[in-house]
């Protein structure tokens, strides 16, 4: 098929306005936050560029879309506002793909003020949601640092998690209900209710399926009262296994603070040095948030369990700080913009006996891989049997930074894996990290997902070349 | 490199090629606070994809085409997007760049047909809304101490909250001269007309040559933001007091009352609330006069965009604009909807709501209408 002839079919479907083949749309469309995506984006030369973006507004329109893609066999790439960071949404090769940007599916549909659910369209910008549920008294408890640039299908196809997961769960432990587009055209609606035993859950197939399974187009979730008091703790510790393993035991406690954060001594001097904090300290940042009861409970429990004659209590400059700059991103970007410079902020997870260790074997690696790099890390989404770690990485005076960062990435991947860890947390695999999804779930798990894709999408068109699977 | 051809009245050359170049690599976090972005769906609207395009062309020259100049002129820099901006407080600029990137696509004769457009109607009317008037020359004596000072827009979309201004002012006994120009020339400088901003801008500033110790008062709040930040900037001795109507009347109106309603939704104008720091002196005036403030979402120094000025190459796209601040100002439930500018008066008049501006309300305060 001609471009022009696609372009005029797609025309036909959504109306002239909304679909585009431009060459400026082209570019924009060429990148998520994949940060070689993201330095190739300034060139048309580097970047991979779909064939053409369409903007359906309905869920029918969606329908139409997919029918036509399957009927011609071009594969679907779904946009959602662009902030993943592992290449889930960039075109694998130029020319032949369509960019489904479900943004303008965008809204609550209704929020039920009895059950705490609202039901959304999955084009909603992550802050849009927050501030119509604030007319209801209401919080969506999820802020992830792309909170001003995420969607909610995004937030599920990635399995995303905000800052104080901690409390509020991952998008995981919220989603009630999904409403998405099959391959084939038909739409799939599972029932908005707490939990089930009707055979495995529907819903979990399409977390984390980065769109290739389907596009999401509307979501049911938890949502919460708004907190009306907040406080927060900062504690400093000798090392940070030391950090880790206060927050085991407060999470074993029983108590859930909103958030909880543990930095390395590294990170710890890079945030908040400027605070006049002792040098060498790893630091362990404590939030609680809800009713001043709770708070106040909370608050003081925490300080009991974590403190101790080796722990130094920081005041709340650690937390005000964090509070305002909780979605910046500048250090990221600082580096990226440098010609010479990449960075990544790589999120693994694993089990608290293996999570020392697997700090320092991914930091070791990772030095290892470069020999112009800063790694440091945290741990901010806590659980019974474990937590996250963010290990992140600035490396400079690169002479090929794409084979620079490859090659950190392949240390930090390999390194989180001998740990006995997962290769991501909450970002998701993406084209970063497909090459490691046959190892984290061995050859009959990545044979059961290889035959699930083909059963459900016989003509690998939706996202191709993610999650392992086959590119066209 | 396209910004070498940045002007001196941009900025730094240098400071606006590294502004580009980060906004180039930013993780679009201004998406959830640009209107044009959200009132689209478009990536493509996102200041940072913007920027890149800026980058892209600069690096790779033959891509240079009408399509990808226009989406140049997409953003409107309400300065909603230093919200969330990850750099704000480095001096990070968007309006230089753009500017920039507008004349070069102007110069290279690619400039979409809306700002051609705009650009004949500036050659054949000196103003941007191509309306055809017989100004008055008017002599300003030099102790003036008010200077009513309006251009086409006003005259041509409030020409009631002109006359209301001067009924006001009469009304509260304070000496006025009218002062009509054509042309502010903001609009021209904002769409990289520089050559037609600076010949407007320069004919206001001349005009006031004459009455130096006067204030400068317009219902339009793009005067007394054009005063303070475009003037200067290019290099014009801009010395007076400009404020909005809101702020003298903040000042010197009594209470008042009267009116037959007592509620009201304010739109903040983004020049006004943003622009010049000023979300406080409508709220005094509306208080004055007896009504009862209902605070709409982004309201203040939040406030966003109520659609896009002349020259805009996307008017669907304004006018979705234009709707989604409607409807948070609807949604408050009050009495009126008050505006502030000519433009938000008339975007919203597009979009099928009619607004009062404030001028008007506080005239009809004092008068008991």
């Known amino acids: 098929m001609t471009l022009d002839l696609i372009v005029t079919e797609l025309e036909a479907l959504l109306g002239p306005t909304f679909v585009s083949a431009e060459p400026g749309d082209l570019l924009a469309y060429g990148r998520d936050a994949y940060p070689l995506a993201l330095k190739a984006a300034s060139s048309f030369a580097e970047a991979t560029l779909a064939r053409a973006i369409v903007w359906p507004e309905s869920v029918e329109q969606v329908q139409d879309v997919v029918r036509y893609a399957a009927a011609h066999r071009v594969p679907i790439v779904p946009y959602g506002a662009g902030s993943g960071i592992v290449g889930a949404a960039v075109p694998v090769k130029s020319g032949n793909s369509i960019v489904v940007d479900m943004k303008r599916l965008a809204g609550i549909v209704e929020v039920d003020e009895i059950s705490l659910t609202a039901r959304v369209r999955a084009g909603t910008i992550g802050r849009l949601f927050e501030d119509e549920l604030a007319s209801f008294g209401l919080t969506c408890g999820h802020f992830p640092q792309s909170f001003n640039s995420s969607t909610i299908g995004g937030w599920i196809a990635h399995r995303g998690a905000g800052t104080f997961s901690t409390a509020y769960g991952k998008v995981d432990d919220l989603l009630r209900a999904l409403e998405v587009v099959l391959p084939n055209g038909e739409v799939l609606r599972t029932r908005a209710v707490p939990q089930s035993a009707a055979g495995p859950d529907l819903n979990r197939l399409f977390l984390g399926s980065e769109g290739t399974l389907g596009l999401i187009s509307e979501a049911v979730l938890d949502v919460f009262p708004a907190p009306v008091a907040r406080a927060h703790a900062a504690f400093g510790f000798v090392s940070f296994a030391a950090a880790l393993d206060a927050a085991r035991i407060l999470i074993h406690s029983g108590l859930r603070p909103g958030l909880i954060r543990a930095y390395d001594a590294e990170e710890s001097a890079a945030h908040f040095g400027e605070l006049g904090l002792s040098g060498g300290r790893a630091v362990l940042l404590v939030m609680v948030e809800g009713s001043q009861e709770l708070v106040e409970f909370g608050l003081e429990a925490s300080r009991r369990i974590v403190g101790g004659p080796h722990v130094e209590e920081l005041g709340t400059g650690v937390g005000e700080h964090w509070l305002e700059h909780r979605f910046d991103t500048t250090a990221l970007c600082r580096t990226l913009s440098r010609e010479d410079g990449v960075a990544d902020a790589l999120e693994v997870a694993n089990t608290w006996s293996r999570l020392p260790r697997m700090h320092s074997e991914m930091k070791r690696a990772m030095e290892a891989a470069h020999p112009r790099i800063d790694v440091y890390g945290h741990a901010s989404h806590f659980y019974p049997s474990g937590a996250n770690l963010y290990m992140i990485f600035h490396a400079t005076e690169s002479l090929d930074v794409a084979a620079d960062y490859l090659r950190i990435v392949d240390a930090a991947m390999e390194a989180a894996l001998e740990t006995g860890g997962t290769i991501t947390h909450h970002h998701g695999v993406g084209v970063a990290k497909s090459k490691w999804l046959p190892q984290e779930w061995g050859p009959a798990g990545f044979g059961l997902w290889q035959a699930i894709k083909r059963a459900v999408d016989p003509f690998d068109i939706m996202n191709p070349g993610r999650l392992g699977a086959t590119t066209q | ?369």
Request: hydrophobic share 45%; glycine share 8%.
């Open chain 2, 1 to 369: 490199m396209m910004l070498e051809s940045v002007r001196a009245t941009d900025g730094d050359a240098l400071a606006l090629a590294l502004a580009v170049r980060r906004c180039a690599t930013c993780h679009d976090q201004c998406m959830s606070a640009t209107v044009e972005a959200i009132a689209s769906g478009n990536q493509a609207f996102v200041v940072s994809r913007v920027a890149a395009l800026i980058a892209a062309v600069g690096r790779d020259e033959s891509h240079w085409s009408r399509e990808l100049a226009e989406h140049f002129f997409y953003t409107i820099d309400d300065g909603a997007q230093f919200d969330v901006c990850i750099y704000r407080g480095e001096g990070h600029r968007i309006s230089g760049y753009l500017r920039a990137a507008r004349r070069e696509a102007i110069d290279r004769g690619l400039a979409p047909a809306s700002v051609t457009n705009l650009a004949d109607a500036v050659a054949a009317t000196a103003n941007p809304l191509g309306v055809v008037e017989h100004l008055k020359p008017v002599q300003l004596e030099g102790d003036a101490r008010l200077v009513l000072v309006h251009d086409v827009a006003a005259r041509t979309y409030t020409p009631e909250a002109v006359e209301a201004a001067k009924n006001v002012l009469t009304a509260l006994e304070t000496e006025f001269v009218a002062l009509d120009v054509p042309s502010f020339g903001d609009i021209e400088d904002e769409l990289g007309l520089a050559e037609q901003a600076l010949r407007a801008a320069s004919g206001v500033v001349e005009s006031l040559e004459a009455c130096p110790n006067a204030i400068l008062v317009s219902v339009d709040p793009r005067f007394a933001y054009a005063w303070t930040h475009v003037y200067r900037r290019l290099g014009l001795a801009a010395e007076h007091t400009a404020l909005h109507f809101s702020q003298w009347a903040a000042t010197a109106l009594p209470e008042v009352g009267g009116l037959p309603f007592k509620t009201a939704a304010l739109h903040d104008s983004p020049q006004l609330a943003r622009g010049l720091g000023e979300s406080a002196a409508p709220r005094v005036v509306l208080q004055r006069c007896g009504v009862s403030l209902r605070e709409a979402l982004n309201s203040g120094a939040r406030t966003r965009s109520d659609g896009p000025l002349p020259g805009y190459p996307r008017p669907d796209i304004g006018l979705r604009i234009t709707r989604a601040r409607l409807s948070e100002l609807l949604a408050v439930g009050a009495d009126r909807i008050v505006a502030t500018s000519p433009f938000a008066v008339e975007n919203f008049r597009r979009a099928g709501t009619e607004v009062i501006e404030l001028t008007q309300l506080v005239r009809d305060a004092i008068l008991g209408i």
